[in-house]
């Protein structure tokens, strides 16, 4: 018996995720950057730039996260940010569902109180199974087990930005997050 070559193989899983990543694009969707990161950024409250076609947090939100996942030792490639809304509104429970899914990373920022919310309803049921009632209610700060995943949110990461001491409070909330690989 013949044995398929790995590049092949490789070959073959890169499309069949292309292929979900397109289908979950026509349903309304939005991811940008890199969907084999470890580590992905959901934000429910976009801003004017961003409803607009620029790049899902590819402003000074963005920017001040990638600083801050290279310090916890995140490699700069190693973003991919997630909308849980659409055109519509929130995305359904469902749908935004398995968009984490297929990103499957080992942890999940919610960097406004709306992509919170959504990782709340979309994962209710994981939540509920959390002893500690504010941990399973993603409390912000607070990292939830989730299906061999971590959980982490943020209370307003971009408002945070022009206030020191919540800066302080964002940074002192992600070094709970490191990379479970090695360090770059």
């Not at 909308?83 to 919610?110: H, I, T, Y």
């Not at 509920?128 to 299906?147: K, Q, R, S």
């Not at 209370?155 to 964002?170: C, I, N, S, W, Y």
Request: proline share 6%; aromatic share 6%; net charge negative.
């Amino acid at each position: 018996m013949a044995q398929i070559p790995n590049t092949q193989i490789k070959a073959a899983h890169v499309e069949a995720l292309r292929r979900e990543f397109a289908s979950l694009a026509e349903r309304g969707v939005w991811v940008c950057g890199n969907v084999f990161s470890s580590i992905v950024l959901v934000k429910g409250e976009l801003d004017d730039a961003e409803r607009t076609g620029s790049d899902l947090m590819g402003g000074a939100d963005g920017v001040a996260l990638r600083a801050a996942l290279g310090r916890l030792g995140y490699a700069p490639e190693d973003f991919c940010a997630l909308a849980s809304c659409g055109d519509e509104g929130p995305l359904e429970p469902a749908l935004f569902r398995e968009a984490l899914e297929a990103l499957d990373p080992e942890a999940v920022v919610a960097v406004d109180d709306a992509a919170a919310d959504e990782l709340r309803e979309a994962y209710a049921e994981e939540l509920a199974l959390i002893e500690d009632f504010n941990t399973a209610a993603l409390m912000p700060g607070l990292v939830a087990p989730v299906m061999g995943r971590r959980m982490l949110a943020l209370d307003g990461f971009e408002a945070a930005l022009t206030d020191p001491r919540a800066k302080q409070r964002m940074w002192a909330y992600l070094k709970q997050l490191p990379p479970e690989g090695a360090p770059y």
